[in-house]
């Protein structure tokens, strides 16, 4: 059974700094994408950064320059640096891991981690 565990997050102040952490556990073959996504309460949940296989990365508009998203493979591990932390940044923020094996592809989201930026 996969299971992602994440760590990192919790309140800090406006201009602070947090870095998120996410490890995999269980058997994943062949790990493609792994991504941040973001929810507040009454919206949907929308991607933040993600992380491909051979290092390409993307980044929403509102983060870029300020949140740098990197992995370690032998780890099966994703983080999130994020910078210069703003009130909008509030947010449970999900990680995702995506595979694709024999043709299937599998998504796997871990439990959601709260941060809280004050002004």
């Known amino acids: 059974q996969v299971q992602l565990v994440e760590s990192g997050g919790g309140l800090v102040q406006q201009g602070g700094s947090l870095r998120l952490s996410c490890a995999a556990s269980?058997?994943?073959?062949?790990?493609?994408?792994m991504g941040w996504y973001r929810q507040t309460p009454g919206n949907q949940r929308v991607l933040v950064a993600v992380i491909m296989a051979g290092g390409g990365t993307n980044y929403a508009d509102s983060v870029k320059g300020r949140f740098t998203i990197d992995r370690d493979n032998t780890k099966n591990t994703v983080y999130l640096q994020m910078n210069s932390l703003k009130p909008e940044d509030t947010a449970v923020y999900y990680c995702?891991?995506?595979?694709?094996?024999?043709?299937?592809?599998?998504?796997?989201w871990g439990q959601g981690t709260q941060v809280t930026v004050s002004s």
């Open positions: 269980g058997t994943i073959f062949s790990i493609d994408a």
């Open positions: 995702n891991v995506n595979s694709v094996f024999l043709g299937a592809e599998y998504d796997y």
